[in-house]
T-cell receptor
Framework: DAKTTQPNSMESNEEEPVHLPCNHSTISGTDYIHWYRQLPSQGPEYVIHGLTSNVNNRMASLAIAEDRKSSTLILHRATLRDAAVYYCILKGGQGGSEKLVFGKGTKLTVNP | NAGVMQNPRHLVRRRGQEARLRCSPMKGHSHVYWYRQLPEEGLKFMVYLQKENIIDESGMPKERFSAEFPKEGPSILRIQQVVRGDSAAYFC?????????????FGPGTRLTVT
């Protein structure tokens, strides 16, 4: 499984934007970039995913570098509820591995 | 559309007993995944099932653990003769298909405590 590298922790202030980086220099052409988060004492929660183009949904935006070796999850206005561990995961395309391989993720702290 | 349901949410077992964890996937999802999170550790994949088939069990411990996803009813993760090291949160996820283009939706988990 291709690996990703994320900072161990980041801090943000409430109502400010947050940019969570992820490096995946060994990504293959068919790997999708997925982001999940896990709030304390809860199950993981899907956030967003993309292949090549930038993606937006109601939770966040995903900016993917042109060479696809890195990506950034953008929370436009952090709230206290966004405090969680964020995982950047590569998931194979057709015929690829179905399982999610979780690393250590980035622990996001949101200050009031 | 109800999300992924897991029960029980909390389960306490004595060493040597059996633990049965149930997972009902989201409506329309035929792919189920089980993950385990040991205390203070990350999430680890255990097994991937489709209806009546185990597709990938590369993360399952070799002994005492089994999983099934019958044609009717929920997926079951079964742990026989539990030991203290089995104490963990067990999460189930489901997806409509298997490719990387689709996300997995997780349940709230079952927290197993072995005394």
């Amino acid at each position: 499984d291709a690996k990703t590298t994320q900072p161990n922790s980041m801090e943000s202030n409430e109502e400010e934007p947050v940019h969570l980086p992820c490096n995946h220099s060994t990504i293959s052409g068919t790997d999708y970039i997925h982001w999940y988060r896990q709030l304390p004492s809860q199950g993981p929660e899907y956030v967003i995913h993309g292949l090549t183009s930038n993606v937006n949904n109601r939770m966040a935006s995903l900016a993917i570098a042109e060479d696809r070796k890195s990506s950034t999850l953008i929370l436009h206005r952090a709230t206290l509820r966004d405090a969680a561990v964020y995982y950047c995961i590569l998931k194979g395309g057709q015929g690829g591995s179905e399982k999610l391989v979780f690393g250590k993720g980035t622990k996001l702290t949101v200050n009031p | 559309n109800a999300g992924v349901m897991q029960n029980p949410r909390h389960l306490v077992r004595r060493r040597g007993q059996e633990a049965r964890l149930r997972c009902s996937p989201m409506k329309g999802h035929s792919h189920v995944y089980w993950y385990r999170q040991l205390p203070e550790e990350g999430l680890k994949f255990m097994v991937y099932l489709q209806k009546e088939n185990i597709i990938d069990e590369s993360g399952m411990p070799k002994e005492r653990f089994s999983a099934e996803f019958p044609k009717e009813g929920p997926s079951i993760l079964r742990i026989q003769q539990v030991v203290r090291g089995d104490s963990a949160a067990y999460f189930c996820a489901s997806s409509p298909t298997r490719t990387g283009a689709y996300e997995q939706y997780f349940g709230p988990g079952t927290r197993l405590t072995v005394t």
